[in-house]
């Protein structure tokens, strides 16, 4: 029998939660903490939210294609959503953007993150400011949602690089849910994440190659963050209407070339619809092309990083001529490759095991100059099962008649402890735990000592709420100082 999705949703859970920050599987060495405080800074949002809803076009425009089904997904936002691995993706990507210091080329780094953009637009910045032929097969109904005739839901978060540009922007990131009429398969969804980047350089007609190099360096660091500094990256020749000339950057992974993202320099005519003057034509694009160096790259491989730095060095200007470079990444796919998602509509999931488990701190102090209580009175004292409570009495008693199995751990002192903490949130809680770890060293303080340790629950079987976790773990501390006679932090 086919695996269901609830299935294979409680074993992706668990897979991810095993995946160090880079998307790998995390060698002995990596640390594989789940807290809050370990997952990359939030992405800075730039203006409230705006979630829609039917409501929005009520009565619908004659023309509009939308079905309620399209409008209902709208206000979910899951690319700002903490924890959900869209969030955390986006995230990671912001945050190695606008931090110098991941970025190769010196002063390579994009400062702002757009996260709050309109996701209807104006079909004038959508598609015309974009190049898009007007036979284009993406304007039609057939592949776009329209919400009138002169606005649609937004196909790809580049529908917002021209109004940015015009408003003066000029290093720049958007992301963003976009919208499209698609099939229906594991990998399609009409649905999905974009996150989109520009930059502008003060140039001539001899800077293009420079600027292109400068994409270059910059996406190769994005993708050896994400797969790894040694991972196999190659470039293609793509064919985008808004950039010229057009790059695709595939990764290697699971034994075929696999498609990471978009890129190339922004075409003149959508420097002009932004109101710059573009440093080269048309005529100009044939250097560029060639500096492209389209092949696979070596692990060390790609421009001098100081070279390009300063051939792109200096201020931009209104008044001056520029050029600029821009690139698009699907979210979704790439989360799902990361994190081992086999079908895209488990994004979508409203069911809580999708998201890390809940986790609770428990801190308390021990009694000055007392161990912990017997491990035997735990499960009773916690009000555990008698079954259980039973069990570990008669275990007690077998390591009281063999003197060698009460022994100290050397190796950890604290053992007796984190056992006597396990029984009893394991009569507690039952298999609701899914595991109980130390958080931190524990510390001295006026003859008393000081531990902490998380609890992390979650279900085998269905989602638990806060609530149900919350009244788990005030039976858990009430527990831990009915049997191990501890204070409470």
């Known amino acids: 029998m086919a695996p269901t999705l609830g299935g294979r949703l409680v074993r992706l859970c668990r897979a991810a939660a095993r995946l160090d920050a880079g998307g790998r599987r995390p060698t002995a060495a990596v640390a594989t903490a789940t807290t809050a405080a370990s997952s990359p800074t939030p992405p800075a949002v730039d203006a409230p939210p705006h979630p829609l809803a039917p409501s929005r076009c009520t009565p619908p425009h004659p023309t509009s294609n939308i079905p309620p089904s399209i409008w209902a997904l709208t206000p979910r936002r899951l690319f700002a959503a903490p924890p959900h691995p869209l969030a955390r993706l986006t995230a990671r990507l912001g945050d190695h953007l606008r931090t110098a210091a991941h970025v190769t080329p010196p002063g390579g780094s994009v400062a702002s993150l757009h996260t709050a953009l309109d996701p209807v637009v104006p079909t004038a910045a959508c598609f015309d400011a974009l190049q898009v032929p007007a036979d284009h097969p993406s304007r039609a109904p057939s592949d776009t949602y329209y919400v009138t005739p002169s606005t649609v839901l937004r196909p790809h ?6 109004p940015l540009l015009a408003g003066g922007a000029t290093a720049f990131l958007t992301a963003g849910d976009v919208y499209r009429r698609d099939t229906i398969d594991a990998t399609h969804y009409p649905a999905f994440h974009q996150m989109d980047g520009v930059r502008l350089f003060p140039g001539d007609t001899t800077t293009a190659g420079a600027a292109l190099d400068h994409l270059r360096l910059v996406l190769l660091s994005v993708a050896r963050a994400l797969f790894g500094p040694t991972a196999r990256l190659r470039w293609v020749v793509g064919d985008f209407p808004f950039t010229a000339p057009s790059l695709e950057l595939e990764v290697w992974w699971g034994g075929a070339w696999l498609e990471l993202l978009g890129a190339g320099l922004l075409h003149p005519a959508v420097l002009e619809a932004g109101g710059w003057t573009p440093a080269f034509d048309g005529a100009g694009l044939h250097a560029a092309v060639a500096a492209a160096a389209v092949g696979e790259v070596p692990p060390t491989g790609g421009p001098p990083a100081a070279d ?42 409203r069911d809580e095991r999708f998201y890390p488990p809940v986790a609770k701190d428990l801190s308390f102090w021990l009694p000055a100059g007392a161990a912990a209580a017997p491990a035997a009175s735990a499960a009773a004292a916690a009000g555990g099962p008698p ?3 039973a069990a570990t009495a008669a275990a007690a008693a077998a390591a009281a008649a063999d003197p060698t199995v009460a022994v100290a751990d050397a190796d950890d002192p604290w053992r007796e402890v984190e056992n006597s903490v396990c029984e009893v949130v394991r009569g507690v809680a039952g298999d609701w735990a899914e595991a109980v770890t130390r958080v931190g060293e524990p510390f001295t303080r006026n003859g008393t000592t000081s531990l902490c340790y998380r609890v992390t629950y979650r279900s085998m079987d269905r989602s638990l709420t806060h609530a149900e976790v919350d009244a788990v773990q005030a039976r858990v501390r009430a527990g831990v100082v009915a049997a191990m006679g501890v204070r409470l932090r």
């Open 157 to 162: 978060m580049t529908a917002h690089t021209v």
């Open 387 to 389: 079954a259980a409570a």
């Open 308 to 349: 390009v730095a300063a051939a792109c060095a200096g201020a931009v200007r209104r008044d001056a001529p520029v050029v600029g470079w821009a690139f698009g990444v699907g979210l979704d796919r790439l989360a799902m490759v990361l994190h081992g998602i086999p079908d895209i509509r488990l994004l979508w999931s």
